[in-house]
C-alpha cells in the first residue's frame, strides 16, 4: 500500500490549501481515509476522515470544524482536504492516512503517508 500526499506549501492566515492523496495497493482493506497532522514538538493529531462506502460521512477535529472539508473520489482512489481560513496554528506537516478504527488515533492507523508541510504565515 502505498499513499502519496501532496499540494503543502506556504501560505499567509487566511488563505487556503488543497492537500491530496493518491492511494494504491490494497488500501480497500481499510474502512476509512484520513489526514492527521503533526506540528513541531507536539504529538501526531487527527483532522479530519471520510469513509470509503456509502453516504462518504465525514469527520473532523474541532479546531478544523468549518474551515477544513475532507473529500474522496473512489474511482481515482483518491482523498483531498480542502483547507480554508487558515491560522498559524495549522503549521504542521500532513499525514494521509488508512484505517479501519474509531476513534481516529495514530496508533491505530493501518497505513501512513509521506507527509506534506503546510506553513501558515502570520
Known amino acids: 500500500v502505498q499513499l502519496q500526499a501532496s499540494g503543502g506549501g506556504l501560505v499567509q492566515a487566511g488563505g487556503s490549501l488543497r492537500l491530496s492523496c493518491a492511494a494504491s495497493g490494497r488500501t480497500f482493506s481499510s474502512s476509512f481515509m484520513a489526514w492527521f497532522r503533526q506540528a513541531p514538538g507536539k504529538e501526531r493529531e487527527f483532522v479530519a476522515a471520510i469513509n470509503r462506502s456509502g453516504g462518504g460521512i465525514t469527520y473532523y477535529a474541532d479546531s478544523v470544524k468549518g474551515r477544513f472539508t475532507i473529500q474522496r473520489d473512489n474511482a481515482k482512489n483518491a482523498v483531498y482536504l480542502q483547507m480554508n481560513s487558515l491560522k498559524p496554528e495549522d503549521t504542521a506537516v500532513y499525514y494521509c492516512?488508512?484505517?479501519?478504527?474509531?476513534?481516529?488515533?495514530?496508533?491505530?492507523?493501518?497505513?501512513w503517508g509521506k507527509g506534506t508541510l503546510v506553513t501558515v504565515s502570520s
Open positions: 492516512a488508512a484505517t479501519s478504527s474509531l476513534p481516529f488515533r495514530p496508533s491505530v492507523v493501518d497505513y
